[in-house]
């Protein structure tokens, strides 16, 4: 006499990669929100609509899934800037422009995954950090640097202080923008790249200071 009624929906069954998946976004959600301290399992697992054994069975705890949230924000970042900065043949301006604009795309489209980033990492998961990215990204800059020191005669040996500079203006604005949001990230890059590129174009080739001990007379 219940020929004609529908048939009852099954709930479909997670793959194991499904599951881990889903896992890694609840995860990244949650560290985001709330960071890593103030993250437990339990509302991992609540989040998830899973036991906590679940979790424990993937990743072997709160700290195997941090590492996996952050390892996967650290090598999309860092990608997304040796992409920008790939092109040899590129004029140093344009490589600039292209690396201050994938950084902030980055962090408009990967809000959870930057806030995650600029977090203080627990002590555990020392590697792997925004620091270090931020250690090999500077890297690149200076061979890009050192070339065209050389090429203007100036010293190479100072392309290792003004990566680090370089940066870190982007890093430090990067982490401004994220919460103001203002102005467009095409005007900020802009900016960054101004104040960069003028800068860099008047270098002194022997720098130094015009305060008490120095000679202040142009």
Request: charged share 30%; glycine share 8%; hydrophobic share 40%.
């Given at each position: 006499m219940a020929q004609n009624a529908a048939p009852r929906s099954r709930s479909t069954r997670m793959t194991g990669k499904e599951r881990r998946e889903q896992l890694v976004s609840v995860?990244?959600?949650?560290?985001?929100?709330?960071?890593f301290d103030?993250?437990?399992?339990?509302?991992?697992?609540?989040?998830?609509?899973?036991?906590?054994?679940?979790?424990?069975?993937?990743?072997?705890?709160?700290?195997?899934?941090?590492?996996?949230?952050?390892?996967?924000?650290?090598?999309?970042?860092?990608t997304t800037l040796e992409d920008s900065l790939a092109?040899?043949?590129a004029h140093p301006r344009v490589l600039m422009e292209q690396a201050a604009m994938?950084?902030?795309?980055?962090?408009?489209?990967?809000?959870?995954g930057f806030r995650i980033l600029v977090r203080d990492s627990p002590v555990s998961h020392a590697l792997g950090t925004f620091s270090s990215l931020l250690t090999d990204v500077s890297r690149r800059v200076e061979t890009i640097l050192a070339a065209q020191l050389r090429l203007h005669s100036y010293p190479a040996r100072d392309a290792t202080l003004y990566a680090q500079m370089l940066v870190g203006?982007?890093?430090?604005?990067?982490?401004?923008?994220?919460?103001?949001?203002?102005?467009?990230?095409?005007?900020?890059?802009?900016?960054?790249?101004?104040?960069?590129?003028?800068?860099?174009?008047?270098?002194?080739?022997?720098?130094?200071?015009?305060?008490?001990?120095?000679?202040?007379?142009?």
């Open positions: 995860g990244r959600r949650l560290f985001a929100e709330k960071g103030m993250t437990a399992v339990e509302e991992i697992a609540a989040r998830a609509k899973v036991s906590k054994p679940v979790v424990y069975e993937h990743f072997g705890g709160k700290e195997g899934l941090y590492a996996v949230v952050v390892d996967r924000e650290v090598s999309t970042l860092l092109d040899q043949r994938a950084f902030l795309t980055y962090i408009d489209e990967n809000e959870d203006m982007v890093a430090y604005t990067g982490q401004w923008w994220l919460e103001t949001r203002e102005p467009a990230k095409e005007i900020v890059a802009a900016r960054m790249v101004n104040l960069s590129w003028y800068g860099l174009g008047a270098l002194q080739k022997e720098p130094e200071l015009r305060g008490e001990s120095g000679d202040a007379r142009r």
